[in-house]
């Protein structure tokens, strides 16, 4: 059973203060690994794609990167509008995403 | 349309009741899947459609639970005999197709609504 294990739950930063979130996964055969954002009330919305080990991708202050057992979601100089849950989901052998419960993203200016 | 909407925003019934819940993808997208999140969760699959077939019910709890994709682009989420437990917030996706094999493309990006918080008293 695919699994996927998102650290630390919460996350306090300073405005400025860089950080990284953890996405640990578990699956036979990863076909892709997702990464969203998801505001207070709002649908998650997609940020990034990765594919394979080595890949990594960026979005203003974000980037993402894959390795064969995790993933990294690098955010540099947060703003307070960085602010949300950010979740991870693996999909492999299924075509059916499976989600980790994110982790809640606080801001202070 | 622009994104996918979920109609209602909020519904809270009763213990008992029954409700259905609107999906509308982003024109053209063939899957849709519908999932359950509760709080501090992350999404729950439950169904998807591929068309107007579903391709994959597992995630449905229970026989309360049934959607429907009758022209294979609106989809309408229906729960009979509510019950408390099923309170959630309730997501629909969309994408422009599903890749079965191999490496996940950008047509097997998940576009999500804005979800439909359902409250049971």
């Known amino acids: 059973e695919d699994q996927v294990t998102q650290s630390p739950e919460a996350l306090r930063l300073q405005e400025g203060e860089s950080s990284s979130l953890n996405c640990s996964y578990t699956?036979?055969?990863?076909?892709?690994l997702f990464w969203y954002r998801q505001d207070p009330g709002k649908g998650p919305e997609f940020l990034f794609t990765?594919?394979?080990a080595g890949e990594e991708k960026e979005k203003e202050r974000l980037k993402a990167t894959l390795t064969k057992k995790e993933s990294f979601l690098h955010i540099t100089a947060p703003k307070p509008e960085d602010s949300a849950t950010y979740l991870c989901?693996?999909?492999?052998?299924?075509?059916?995403?499976?989600f980790g419960r994110g982790t809640s993203l606080i801001v202070h200016p | 349309g622009a994104g996918v909407s979920q109609t209602p925003s909020n519904k809270v019934t009763e213990k008992g009741k029954y409700v259905e819940l609107r999906c509308d993808p982003i024109?053209?997208?063939?899957?849709l899947y519908w999932y359950r999140q509760s709080l501090g969760q992350g999404p729950e699959f439950l169904i998807y459609f591929q068309g107007t077939g579903a391709a994959d019910d597992s995630g449905l709890p229970n026989d309360r639970f049934f959607a429907v994709r009758p022209e294979g682009s609106v989809s309408t989420l229906k729960i009979q005999r509510t019950e408390r437990g099923d309170s959630a917030v309730y997501l629909c996706?969309?994408?422009?197709?599903?890749?079965?094999?191999?490496?996940?493309?950008?047509?097997?990006?998940?576009?999500f609504g804005p979800g439909t918080r359902l409250t049971v008293l």
């Open positions: 990765l594919y394979s």
């Open positions: 996706a969309s994408s422009l197709i599903a890749n079965h094999y191999g490496r996940v493309t950008s047509t097997d990006t998940q576009y």
């Open positions: 989901a693996v999909q492999a052998g299924s075509y059916i995403p499976t």
């Open positions: 699956v036979s055969g990863l076909r892709g």
């Open positions: 024109s053209g997208h063939t899957a």
